[in-house]
């Protein structure tokens, strides 16, 4: 077991097993439980970036791409709603981030479990596909203002791919 100190009274545990990683951070954030075989470790590093700064932008987008390619789509939603709500309210002065390109990550999350819903649960699948829709023509009506046209090419690919996708499973109901 390891025990980390910092100078906010927070103290963070690790404790290893052979395949489970337990991450408590006391006084504030969170107890995680760990899967050393699925699970990157940095999304440790991204919790605590949030935890000194929840108005940290970049570190919500991080944590929302690690969990979007581990799986966790649901935390992903979750993570590039905050980085969308915290970069469209100017909280974070030191974000670069583009709500084109938050948005884009967004549908393509949603796209994902709507694909992934197809056969088990049609009625999902089109909530999820008609939300990718929605985030993908948000992200393309905010890339024509920044006239970037390879890229609002892509998105518009993006949307009408979906649509496809949206009207095949409709059909089926």
């Not at 979750?78 to 884009?104: H, P």
Request: charged fraction near 25%; charge should be positive.
């Amino acid at each position: 077991m390891t025990i980390h100190k910092s100078r906010k009274k927070a103290v963070i545990l690790y404790l290893v097993s052979s395949s489970i990683v337990f991450v408590a951070i006391v006084g504030g954030l969170r107890i995680v439980l760990l899967s050393m075989q699925g699970i990157p470790f940095t999304t440790i590093e991204e919790d605590i970036r949030i935890y000194k700064d929840p108005n940290n932008a970049l570190a919500h987008f991080n944590r929302g791409w690690i969990r979007s390619q581990s799986g966790d789509r649901e935390g992903a939603i979750a993570d590039f709603t905050e980085a969308i709500k915290i970069v469209s309210s100017g909280k974070d002065k030191n974000s670069s981030l583009s709500l084109v390109g938050l948005y884009d990550d967004r549908g393509q999350v949603y796209n994902h479990l709507g694909g992934s819903a197809e056969d088990r649960n049609p009625a999902e699948a089109q909530k999820n596909y008609r939300l990718a829709i929605s985030d993908y023509q948000k992200s393309a009506e905010l890339c024509k203002l920044e006239s970037d046209k390879p890229i609002c090419s892509m998105i518009v690919d993006n949307i009408e791919w979906v649509k496809k996708s949206l009207s095949e499973v409709s059909s089926k109901n």
